[in-house]
T-cell receptor, first 113, second 114 residues
């Protein structure tokens, strides 16, 4: 079955530590996205990638970094510069940008110790 | 800039009844798309239905239909014959026909009562 997987489901970060969230898709989609969701709120775009080896900042990119070395994978690193990282992180993919439907993974919940 | 407004933070509906979730949007673009997603307590965002700005007919997908009123800039989701499993957060979202500008509304929490 085609879909999007995210791991881990829960992640704990210590102060000053970088952590990486995994996102893999087997839908053969070109575009991938990372969103952050805070409790009781909608989604905010962190980064997106239209194609391999290319990515763009979204609305709240500060304190985050990404890479897109393979079409199937779009990992997100939460760096120590992100002072309030506790949130629910959702990865999505679509055939392309614009009017294409985005399909989402199950999410990773990040908590700070 | 694009903006999505969902004015109902929470809604209740009796099982087997229909319910309408409101969504209004603001854009200066002529070509855009409107989406509805369901987010159950597990957290995953589930795509429900899509309406293109040039589509003349309202979109339907099973028990879901989208009441698209372009002049009013509204894209309300109608769920017919509500089921207990429909209890979730529902998000309206919009994209435009180039670049990346997928914008989500704040969501509406729907509770279906037995």
């Amino acid at each position: 079955d085609g879909g999007i997987t995210q791991s881990p489901k829960y992640l704990f970060r210590k102060e000053g530590q970088n952590v990486t969230l995994s996102c893999e898709q087997n839908l053969n989609h070109d575009a991938m996205y990372w969103y952050r969701q805070d409790p009781g709120q909608g989604l905010r775009l962190i980064y997106y990638s239209q194609i391999v080896n290319d990515f763009q900042k979204g609305d709240i990119a500060e304190g985050y970094s990404v890479s897109r070395e393979k079409k199937e994978s779009f990992p997100l690193t939460v760096t120590s510069a992100q002072k309030n990282p506790t949130a629910f992180y959702l990865c999505a993919s679509s055939m392309g940008l614009g009017l294409e439907t985005q399909y989402f993974g199950p999410g990773t919940r990040l908590l700070v110790l | 800039a694009q903006k999505i407004t969902q004015t109902q933070p929470g809604m209740f509906v009796q099982e087997k009844e229909a319910v309408t979730l409101d969504c209004t949007y603001d854009t200066s673009d002529q070509s855009y798309g409107l989406f509805w997603y369901k987010q159950p307590s597990s957290g995953e965002m589930i795509f429900l239905i899509y309406q293109g700005s040039y589509d003349e007919q309202n979109a339907t997908e099973g028990r879901y239909s989208l009441n698209f009123q372009k002049a009013r800039k509204s894209a309300n989701l109608v769920i017919s014959a509500s089921q207990l499993g429909d209890s979730a957060m529902y998000f309206c979202a919009m994209s435009k026909n180039y670049g990346q500008n997928f914008v989500f509304g704040p969501g509406t929490r729907l509770s279906v009562l037995p």
